[in-house]
């Protein structure tokens, strides 16, 4: 049984209702199996380690070093520290806007399992590749780039698939189409990593995740989760999410 889980990426933003008021509602959701994550922005992880029980918190970005002279950075031990659980490296906007590259980002993934974080690695094709048909050979890349031998001894790594084209669109990808790539996915997680992880990395959905399409990804994309951004700023939507996630 793989985990499930609901991660709340807020990006540089915060809830309009305000921290506690969201964190309150969603610690109120009611128990099962799926894990519930809030990845704030930095100098609100702490509000988040102290939210209700069944929220854990996730940072959007770690550093690829311990520590030392690298100004603006926050190390994973420091996340660790705090009491932060998971991690995200290498998501779309971090790459497009900021640079990351697949080197760096395979720091940044043994970085993050180095300091006991569970990575939460994003991949994901842009438009010009999904028209090419390219679609898994860009996704096999993404993986094998940042391939690492932290992987050999780690508890969990989650892969978060993340259309570029998807994100922030109000276009998401149909639970169809996201089966096909999970199986993608999962093919280049046995030929590139340690081939448990083919069966044992969730695999969560990215990309105008809401209510009202959640229902049809968790229907015919077998989804293990999803990374919610926009829609993941109202705890009503988030919870709504979260629902249509307990009755599969
Ligand atoms: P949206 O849900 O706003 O499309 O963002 C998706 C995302 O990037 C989550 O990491």
């Given at each position: 049984m793989r985990n499930r889980y609901l991660i709340a990426n807020w990006k540089m933003n915060l809830p309009p209702e305000g921290m506690r008021p969201y964190l309150d509602a969603v610690g109120r959701a009611e128990m099962n199996d799926v894990e519930i994550v809030v990845?704030?922005?930095?100098?609100?992880?702490?509000?988040?380690?102290?939210?209700?029980?069944?929220?854990?918190?996730?940072?959007?970005?770690?550093?690829?070093?311990?520590?030392?002279?690298?100004?603006?950075e926050v190390s994973a031990w420091m996340l660790q520290e705090l009491g932060v659980r998971y991690a995200l490296v290498g998501h779309s906007e971090r790459r497009a806007l900021y640079g990351e590259t697949d080197a760096l980002l395979q720091r940044k993934l043994t970085a993050a399992l180095e300091a006991n974080l569970t990575p939460v690695l994003c991949v994901g094709e842009d438009l010009r590749v999904r028209e090419a048909g390219h679609v898994a050979r860009h996704l096999a890349e993404q993986i094998r780039a940042v391939t690492t031998p932290a992987l050999e001894s780690a508890r969990e790594v989650v892969i978060?698939?993340?259309?570029?084209?998807?994100?922030?669109?109000?276009?998401?990808?149909?639970?169809?189409?996201?089966?096909?790539?999970?199986?993608?996915?999962?093919?280049?997680?046995?030929?590139?990593?340690?081939?448990?992880?083919?069966?044992?990395?969730?695999?969560?959905?990215?990309?105008?995740?809401?209510p009202d399409n959640v229902t049809d990804l968790q229907t015919n994309g077998g989804m293990d989760g999803y990374l919610v951004g926009g829609a993941s700023l109202s705890s009503e939507k988030f919870l709504a999410i979260f629902d249509a996630m307990k009755v599969s």
């Amino acid at each position: 049984m793989r985990n499930r889980y609901l991660i709340a990426n807020w990006k540089m933003n915060l809830p309009p209702e305000g921290m506690r008021p969201y964190l309150d509602a969603v610690g109120r959701a009611e128990m099962n199996d799926v894990e519930i994550v809030v990845a704030p922005p930095f100098p609100y992880l702490r509000d988040v380690t102290r939210a209700p029980d069944r929220i854990f918190a996730g940072a959007q970005n770690c550093a690829d070093q311990k520590s030392g002279a690298f100004t603006g950075e926050v190390s994973a031990w420091m996340l660790q520290e705090l009491g932060v659980r998971y991690a995200l490296v290498g998501h779309s906007e971090r790459r497009a806007l900021y640079g990351e590259t697949d080197a760096l980002l395979q720091r940044k993934l043994t970085a993050a399992l180095e300091a006991n974080l569970t990575p939460v690695l994003c991949v994901g094709e842009d438009l010009r590749v999904r028209e090419a048909g390219h679609v898994a050979r860009h996704l096999a890349e993404q993986i094998r780039a940042v391939t690492t031998p932290a992987l050999e001894s780690a508890r969990e790594v989650v892969i978060a698939y993340e259309p570029v084209w998807a994100i922030g669109t109000g276009r998401s990808a149909s639970g169809a189409m996201v089966a096909e790539t999970v199986a993608d996915i999962r093919d280049a997680l046995a030929r590139f990593w340690p081939v448990r992880y083919r069966d044992d990395a969730p695999i969560l959905y990215g990309g105008s995740v809401t209510p009202d399409n959640v229902t049809d990804l968790q229907t015919n994309g077998g989804m293990d989760g999803y990374l919610v951004g926009g829609a993941s700023l109202s705890s009503e939507k988030f919870l709504a999410i979260f629902d249509a996630m307990k009755v599969s």
